[in-house]
């Protein structure tokens, strides 16, 4: 398996017949401008058209509203801003890794839940996340968050994993096969061969994209 | 052969992939029922649903349960720190068990002492049998268990709750005082489940998660037709083999009113007949289940 962002660059343009190999990703050549620019998207793309076993993670969020007021909402004591959007108890922010939120539980009990019951949840995206002071006034930056009905809430999530070492050989013979079509189109090449490619390794990789890949 | 290791509880994911075998599709298994795959939320949004409604669908030995109801009212006044509020042509309301499924009956008069008594020489006479007392399941808004504006966090938990909302509730209407219930209840640890009801649990499953587990439309469809029937059959197979064991007569609590409506005319609760015969109206749960087995 390839340790670095060069190994997998260079396997992407070893398939387009690209003369050059390069060193650093960072040199400034054709080849690196282009690598540098196509690589984090293209990986991200692929970890979350797939459910790989290997990006899957579980945190506990970070609660950011909730609940509502005693009582709910009402003329006397309306909604604002300092509570979750209406219909959702909590507002939870949204992990910074993750790429494809899949799943929310609530906190794990000392049995195995045997009576599961579903969670509904919504990302959102509110202008004013952050509440502060006495009394509580919410504010920006705006952010990505969770809305959700349940408490202590943990996240189950396809992560951006950066750390080739973690990686599925499939998915990186996808990830190759994938930015050498991005490289082609890049470097004005004939593109048949290199679709059939990705769509070679896309299929076999469903296959080993399970929860126990 | 395995070694001495940590004997846990069966989960739900073992039922998932059960059913996921059943399906042809073992290499969609799940780990977890939180393990946020398709499969595996859509088994979440399911199984609670399944298991109740399979609960329902016959008197299931392996759940059955007698208990004590809680007193949420009574119309003559004689107990203390309860309402008075009973509909009429009632003397008691108690609150649905919070782990019922389905009642089965409520038996005249509960037992006086619950010490434990150690099997000896036979009885000269055997025990009296217990008769049915009459009762309703009904709900109503007298009784409501949030009062006032409560704390979200303070709410109860409903939703692992049986019959009880934020305002109305499931009650039983009756006559019996310190009144026990016989019912099916809510049995979630699979290691309790008979094996028969677990295949049935394993082909309801199959069949609500097909639309998800297989991808083919055409293959869905045809998968679809084979497991309604399939789930079908288990189901039944899975009553009969039931109502077979369980005991003699049906039931160990009492003689099935089909039976001694058809040899001696109704009798009520309190021993006098009516000279009713044939069938009853009063729900003693008794009666001929719909497909033609005895519960």
């Known amino acids: ?35 540098l620019e196509i690589y984090g998207q293209t990986r991200d793309e692929l970890l979350r058209a797939r459910d790989w076993s290997f990006s899957r993670r579980a945190v506990s969020l970070s609660l950011l509203k909730g609940p509502p007021p005693a009582g709910g909402y009402n003329p006397v004591q309306p909604w604002s801003a300092i509570n979750p959007y209406p219909g959702f108890l909590y507002e939870y922010s949204y992990p910074s890794d993750c790429l494809d939120l899949r799943a929310i539980v609530g906190a794990p009990g000392p049995m195995p839940d045997l009576d599961p019951l579903p969670a509904e949840w919504r990302v959102d995206n509110d202008p004013l996340p952050i509440v502060t002071g006495t009394p509580p006034v919410a504010g920006g930056p705006a952010a ?3 809305l959700c009905n349940t408490t202590n809430a943990m996240a189950i999530y396809r992560a951006r994993v950066t750390d080739m070492t973690t990686w599925e050989p499939l998915f990186t013979q996808t990830l190759v096969d994938a930015l050498a079509v991005k490289f082609r189109k890049a470097f004005g090449m004939e593109l048949n061969a290199e679709r059939e490619a990705v769509a070679e390794s896309a299929g076999a990789a469903q296959g080993a994209a399970g929860v126990r890949g | 052969m395995s070694g001495p290791g940590i004997a846990y509880l069966q989960t739900p994911a073992r039922i998932v992939n059960e059913a996921l075998d059943a399906l042809a599709r073992p290499e969609k298994a799940i780990g977890d029922l939180s393990d946020g795959t398709a499969i595996a939320e859509a088994a979440r949004r399911n199984y609670g649903q399944l298991l109740r409604q399979l609960l329902r669908t016959a008197h299931w030995n392996f759940a059955r349960k007698q208990a004590p109801l809680t007193l949420l009212a009574d119309a003559t006044g004689a107990t203390p720190n309860v309402s008075t509020s009973v509909e009429q042509g009632w003397t008691y309301a108690y609150a649905w068990p919070i782990d019922g499924m389905a009642a089965r009956w409520l038996p005249s008069s509960p037992p006086t002492s619950t010490a434990t008594v150690l099997t000896g020489s036979p009885a000269l006479f055997p025990p009296i049998p217990q008769m049915p007392n009459r ?8 009784y409501p268990v949030e009062v006032g504006q409560l704390p979200w966090m303070q709410m109860p938990d409903l939703q692992r709750t049986q019959g009880v909302g934020p305002v109305s509730r499931r009650i039983i209407l009756t006559d019996a005082v310190n009144a026990l219930f016989v019912y099916t209840r ?21 069949l609500t998660l097909a639309p998800v587990a297989v991808e083919d439309p055409k293959e869905r469809l045809a998968l679809r037709n084979a497991l309604i029937a399939a789930a079908k ?27 001694s409506a058809r040899s001696s005319g109704w009798r009520g609760s309190d021993g006098n007949s009516l000279g009713l015969s044939g069938w009853t109206y009063y729900p003693y749960d008794a009666s001929m289940s719909w497909c033609g087995s005895v519960f």
Request: glycine share 6%; charged share 20%; no cysteine.
């Open chain 2, 186 to 206: 809510l049995v979630t640890a699979i290691e309790e489940w008979d094996s028969l009801f677990r295949q049935a649990m394993v082909a309801l499953l199959a």
């Open chain 2, 135 to 142: 009762f309703l399941v009904s709900s109503s808004d007298l």
């Open chain 1, 1 to 35: 398996m390839s340790a670095t962002v060069e190994d997998i660059i260079n396997l992407a343009l070893d398939e387009t017949g690209y003369p050059h190999h390069i060193a650093d990703i960072y040199e400034g050549s054709p080849a690196a401008r282009v690598g």
């Open chain 2, 233 to 259: 059959m288990t189901i039944a197979d899975a009553r009969v083999a039931n109502g077979n064991d369980a005991g003699y007569p049906q039931s160990t609590d009492h003689t099935p009113l089909w039976i």
């Open chain 1, 144 to 146: 990505k968050v969770i």
